[in-house]
């Protein structure tokens, strides 16, 4: 019987337990997980969902060292972002790239509820996009984004516009079509 599925964000191992897993069984479970995936530092047990308008979730330490900041690499871009306070699934890393190919020389492109920028950032640095805007409400995940436009040299080709959707179109427009003088 499966007793566990996992993800590997970096160097952090996302793990869900199905119901009735023991405290010992999952420290076991982690132990051998960390011997055997020799980049995995951490191991962390997802007890939530990601829930409410800023997409967070919960997971408790079971072992290895204790973060939930994690680097992670992925169709040639890196992102630096906390498990718990910021959306990610590397499970849509080949949607990435995919859309990454559909977008065309010169386009602009908007991407709504960006978290940390994964697909902004995947589309800027492998496309030829003029420019990506990226909007996300989460704050953190705000601050993340721009550490990862920096760290994977697009500033300028990324533009951040975080805050709600509803409030930040108005700006959007004035961005992609300023009043002539």
Not at 6 to 19: S, T
Not at 92 to 117: C, H, P, W, Y
């Amino acid at each position: 019987m499966k007793q566990a599925s996992f993800d590997v964000l970096g160097n952090i191992a996302l793990v869900k337990f199905q119901k009735g897993v023991s405290s010992r069984t999952k420290k076991e479970f982690a132990r051998k997980l960390l011997s055997k995936q020799r980049s995995v530092k951490t191991v962390l047990e997802k007890t939530g969902r990601f829930k409410g308008r800023l997409r967070k979730q919960t997971t408790k330490y079971i072992a290895g060292e204790k973060t939930k900041e994690t680097l992670y690499k992925e169709n040639g871009c890196v992102f630096r972002f906390n498990v718990d306070s910021c959306y990610f699934s590397p499970r849509l890393s080949n949607e990435r790239d995919e859309i990454s190919k559909m977008v065309k020389t010169g386009q602009e492109v908007l991407v709504m509820f960006a978290g940390v920028g994964p697909y902004s950032i995947v589309i800027a640095k492998n496309s030829r996009a003029r420019k990506v805007y990226s909007n996300e409400i989460n704050r953190e995940a705000n601050k993340y984004a721009e550490l990862n436009i920096e760290l994977n040299k697009l500033k300028g080709k990324v533009v951040l516009l975080p805050g709600d959707i509803k409030r930040v179109t108005k700006k959007l427009t004035y961005l992609s079509h300023p009043p002539t003088q």
